[in-house]
């Protein structure tokens, strides 16, 4: 070797920075579109612009689908680019050649004895690429599995991002137990996972398969550098067949090259031969390293090689009429569906929402893993051999590790091939991706019901019913079959409405049994739309509303039967008062990816709304209606009989947008003369916190407010939906918090009486001591709090949690002052 100055071609080093600079950018927006995927498809940005890039996926999902893939159209221009600049796409952008520059910089002390010389190795990629192309054309999509986008996609969603989250809150996780370090990593922590958009740690089934591809990918680099690029890479060596016409080829100046054997050594993809003179074109991944080492500048790259400094690689016959008979006989095994075989011709597996048909799906499909990264609950996963080999690493929905969210459609925007449908957030609500399945001999009161001759000796709770609360249906897909007992206990059977239900899996995730979930969702091919199971009616929505319009028709939902069907879990609330139907609208704003969901509820009475509306109010208080309650973009409103909530349903929703259309909706309902519930009238002003009352006539709601810190079984106040009830919030200057003052209305004073009685044995039954002043009683508990109750004829007022006896018994006293000055008046 002949010795040489330690000086570069200073135009080749530029060019090499100028290389460097645009790989380490690519491949840095390459990993902040999987990082930041979720925002961005969102928004409707191009998450798949890399994937789209490949020529050999757009042709692999073109032809095997029989159709032109419009979205590949950056396919294309890569194609037609490489035609002039030859393989410039593995050297500049691939980012799985990037990331294998940086491996094999990391094993360069490790790769010992490496022969410099060209090799016939190479020819490899091109006999794997007649393979991939041959089993498309005979009808089977095998090249998702070898396109370097695919791969790189997939080594860092399932492998790289998982596990380096994972190191994060390991390592977090051991400093958190240092409390002077601590104070400081915490913060740094969480600011980490919300950058990465990993609150948890990702988890997908079968990652150590995709650990072991990319890591023997890695790790050939300890023969040669590039060694996937080199010689496996079906990409490039489509690449290398276009580079025939290339613009920028290697050429050496004869009287200027030293023969220093330089570039023969450091070239990447070894296609420089040991002279230094001659390069195999279609190798040649202008990487511009020889150019920048060259110390005599004896390296151009030019338009016309020299016939003479062109190396071609050595193509076989042999070689390319194995790859055929090889392609014409693997491909058919991968029709061999043992697993749809066994399960009748239904394969099970749920596929995402938008799939196209079973067939189409695996010949478009390119896996690269795109939708499992954007999946909010980690519910997608690629599939093993559960669609046998021809559907491996395809995606599919394992609800007991996460559900389909029922308002996400983020895996149906980032499809670079058109597997998965694009679909509207409605159009997805309402598809069927499979159906529910209850196991009797695991479902908790089904098995209680089983074994029933048990219960009788020895009764215990078996009702579950977590699955129906959580369904997202609005007419609820799962429901109860409810059994009631001699001893007046019920078992609450769940049973599946398969012409409702969607499949999306929520059921299954939450299911409490431990291991397999006693619910299970079964996929179905194809995916169908499930018919809507509601009335429909819409004269108490406008059509538009300016700019915002009504969407199709409203939905009625009116009796008992009804409500259960719209909101199951929930629905013996509302039905604790005079209910008399729902309806529902959504608005979307012309222009913009807005859109709001209203409900008008509408009750017996007046009174009855403004006590729905009081339950459900938060915020501010604004002027519309009778009275209505803004919480950032959330509005409450009380108007007459009605009780309107309007919410946000996709898109920026601001507070005004919802004030807006809430005003134009309340204006189209019908007017009346309207007054607040009487009883509110029976509560003193001294101390009220405002906006807190909660008007009601039945127990269920009182459970639900903070009264005691005992939870009180027994109807102890006998409420009934004859009574009127009343509780509200308390709070003087000098309280540390607030009290509730609690009124009660009855028809009859002896119930009122027994009222009266029942709690006073009830606080006496705690083992609170009864400080009795002329018929007021007053109780403190453990806390030194102070609750005290007297009855006024039909009428019982109580307090709670009051920090002195002096206050309680004061607003007491004020509360019975009124009633008997409304009493006096009636």
């Not at 009124?743 to 009122?752: F, G, I, R």
Request: aromatic share 12%; hydrophobic share 40%.
């Amino acid at each position: 070797m002949t010795e040489h100055r330690n000086v570069n071609s200073k135009k080749g080093s530029v060019n090499y920075k100028i290389r460097l600079a645009v790989q380490t950018v690519v491949l840095a927006a390459f990993i902040c579109l999987l990082i930041f995927a979720d925002p961005i498809a969102e928004k409707d940005g191009a998450v798949d612009i890399f994937l789209c890039m490949s020529p050999l996926s757009a042709i692999g999902a073109m032809v095997a689908a029989k159709e032109f893939i419009v979205r590949y159209w950056p396919a294309l221009i890569v194609l037609a680019t490489s035609v002039f600049f030859g393989r410039f796409f593995c050297g500049w952008i691939c980012p799985l050649g990037t990331t294998l520059d940086i491996t094999d910089s990391l094993l360069k002390k490790r790769r010992k004895n490496v022969s410099y010389k060209i090799y016939d190795g190479k020819r490899l990629k091109y006999y794997i690429l007649a393979f991939l192309l041959l089993s498309l054309f005979i009808g089977h999509q095998m090249v998702g599995w070898l396109d370097p986008i695919s791969i790189a996609t997939n080594a860092y969603t399932i492998v790289i991002h998982p596990y380096f989250v994972s190191l994060i809150n390991s390592f977090f996780g051991f400093l958190h137990e240092f409390y002077f370090i601590s104070f400081v990593s915490d913060p740094v922590h969480a600011f980490l996972k919300e950058a990465l958009f990993a609150l948890q740690a990702p988890f997908f089934r079968g990652h150590f398969t995709f650990l072991v591809v990319i890591s023997v990918i890695i790790f050939l680099g300890l023969f040669y550098k590039r060694y996937w690029c080199r010689n496996l890479c079906p990409l490039g060596a489509l690449f290398a067949l276009l580079s025939g016409w290339s613009m920028f080829k290697r050429v050496v100046g004869e009287n200027i090259c030293d023969s220093c054997d330089r570039c023969n050594v450091d070239c990447k993809m070894g296609a420089i031969d040991d002279t230094g003179m001659k390069t195999q074109a279609g190798e040649c991944v202008l990487c511009m390293k020889c150019q920048a080492i060259c110390h005599t500048s004896a390296v151009r790259f030019m338009r016309k090689q020299p016939t003479e400094q062109d190396e071609p690689i050595n193509l076989t016959k042999r070689g390319f009429v194995t790859a055929c008979i090889s392609s014409a006989v693997v491909a058919p095994l991968l029709s061999l569906n043992f697993q749809k075989k066994k399960s009748q011709g239904n394969l099970g597996i749920i596929r995402p929402p938008g799939s196209i048909p079973e067939d189409k799906f695996r010949a478009k499909c390119i896996r690269c893993g795109e939708c499992m990264r954007v999946c909010k609950t980690n519910g997608l996963h690629p599939t093993i051999l559960e669609a046998d080999l021809s559907g491996m690493w395809t995606p599919q929905l394992i609800p007991r590790i996460g559900y389909c969210a029922h308002d996400c459609v983020l895996c149906t925007r980032v499809c670079p091939s058109g597997a998965i449908t694009r679909l509207s957030k409605e159009k997805k609500q309402r598809l069927a991706i499979g159906k529910a399945r209850i196991n009797r001999n695991r479902c908790i009161p089904w098995v209680g019901y089983a074994r029933l001759p048990d219960l009788d000796k020895n009764w215990e709770d078996v009702s579950c019913g977590v699955c129906e609360e959580v369904c997202p249906v609005p007419t609820k897909a799962i429901h109860f079959n409810t059994y009631v007992h001699g001893n007046g206990k019920e078992i609450r059977r769940v049973y599946v409405r398969e012409e409702a239900c969607i499949g999306c899996g929520f059921c299954e995730k939450v299911c409490p049994v431990n291991g397999r979930s006693a619910i299970v969702v079964e996929g179905i091919q194809p995916q169908v739309i499930v018919k809507d199971m509601s009335t429909t009616e819409g004269g108490l929505f406008p059509v538009s509303i300016e700019q915002w319009k009504r969407k199709e028709r409203t939905s009625v939902y009116a009796g008992k039967d009804k409500l259960f069907e719209y909101m199951n879990g929930g629905a013996e609330v509302y039905l604790s008062y005079s209910f008399i139907q729902v309806s529902t609208a959504t608005y979307i704003k012309s222009n913009t990816d807005k859109s709001v969901k209203v409900n008008i509820w509408e009750f017996g009475n007046s009174d009855d709304a403004y006590g729905i509306y009081a339950k459900d109010r938060a915020g501010q208080g604004i002027n519309i209606g009778n009275e209505a309650a803004l919480y950032e973009n959330y509005l409450w409103v009380w108007k007459d009989k009605y009780f309107i909530s309007i919410e946000p349903y996709s898109g920026s929703i601001s507070p005004d947008d919802v004030t807006f259309v809430g005003t134009s909706i309340v204006d189209n309902l019908p007017s009346g003369k309207v007054r607040l519930p009487v009883i509110l009238g029976y509560l003193p002003e001294d101390g009220y916190v405002q906006r807190s009352s909660r008007y009601f006539h039945e127990k269920i709601i009182l459970d639900n407010l903070y009264i005691s810190d005992r939870f009180i079984e027994k109807n102890v106040f006998n409420l009934s939906e004859q009574t009127d009830a009343v509780v509200a919030d308390y709070k003087s200057v000098k309280s540390r918090s607030p009290f509730k003052l609690l009124v009660v209305k009855y028809t009859d004073k002896h119930v009122a009486e027994e009222s009266f009685n029942n709690f006073v044995e009830l606080r006496e039954s705690w083992g609170e001591k009864n400080l009795d002043t002329n018929g007021l009683h007053t109780f403190e508990d453990l806390k030194g709090r102070f609750s005290s109750i007297a009855c006024v004829d039909n009428i019982i007022i109580a307090t709670f949690f009051v920090e002195t006896r002096e206050k309680s018994e004061l607003h007491i006293s004020a509360a019975v002052s009124k009633a008997k000055a409304i009493q006096g008046n009636d």
